[in-house]
Nanobody, 121 residues
Framework: QVQLVESGGGLVQAGGSLRLSCDASGSFAGILAMGWYRQAPGKQRELVAGITPGGGPNYADSVKGRFTNSRDNGKNTVYLQMNSLKPEDTAVYYC???????????????WGQGTQVTVSS
């Protein structure tokens, strides 16, 4: 059974940095993409950063140049380094893996429980 556990959220002043981590337990037969989404109050969940096996990361325009998405090679662990944080980055951040778990016939989305990031002005 696959479970994603996030850590690293918290309260930070504008201009500060945070690093989010996401550890996936369980085994995957194949991973299509790993990344991060966020959802602010009253807004829809949006893609922040994604990365595909063998491919480069992609980012939302609002975070380009400030956020870096990476993964541990050989591990189902993904990170989001967030620098130069702004109050508008305040949201619950969710880790996401799109893939096929061992024993499953199809790929699906797996989500973490979410971690709160609050940026004060």
């Amino acid at each position: 059974q696959v479970q994603l556990v996030e850590s690293g959220g918290g309260l930070v002043q504008a201009g500060g940095s945070l690093r989010l981590s996401c550890d996936a337990s369980g085994s995957f037969a194949g991973i299509l993409a790993m990344g991060w989404y966020r959802q602010a109050p009253g807004k829809q969940r949006e893609l922040v950063a994604g990365i595909t096996p063998g491919g480069g990361p992609n980012y939302a325009d609002s975070v380009k140049g400030r956020f870096t998405n990476s993964r541990d090679n050989g591990k189902n662990t993904v990170y989001l380094q967030m620098n130069s944080l702004k109050p508008e980055d305040t949201a619950v951040y969710y880790c996401n893996i799109k893939g096929r778990a061992v024993g499953r016939a199809v790929s699906m989305d797996y989500w973490g429980q979410g971690t709160q990031v609050t940026v004060s002005s």
